[in-house]
């Protein structure tokens, strides 16, 4: 017998059901990273001017071009 566990939605990690007190995540702090990501999303209404901000964490798309197979 396994006990029922799940994966958390936000960082994946796995946990027992029963014994999740933020189920379906696995602690509070994912619960609000999730919720907080959910309302930035209601948020972002297209035609709104969004707020200069240095975006760092973007990333180019940098992926070797298909060619021959490298080894
Ligand atoms: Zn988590």
Request: glycine residues 8%; hydrophobic residues 30%; charged residues 25%.
């Amino acid at each position: 017998m396994s006990p029922t566990t799940v994966s958390c939605p936000t960082c994946g990690r796995e946990l027992e059901w029963s014994a999740a007190p933020f189920r379906p995540f696995c602690s509070e702090r994912c619960r609000l990273i999730d919720l907080g990501a959910w309302l930035t999303e209601q948020r972002a209404i297209p035609g709104e001017t969004a707020p200069a901000e240095p975006s760092s964490e973007g990333s180019p798309e940098d992926e070797p071009a298909k060619g021959p197979a490298h080894r």
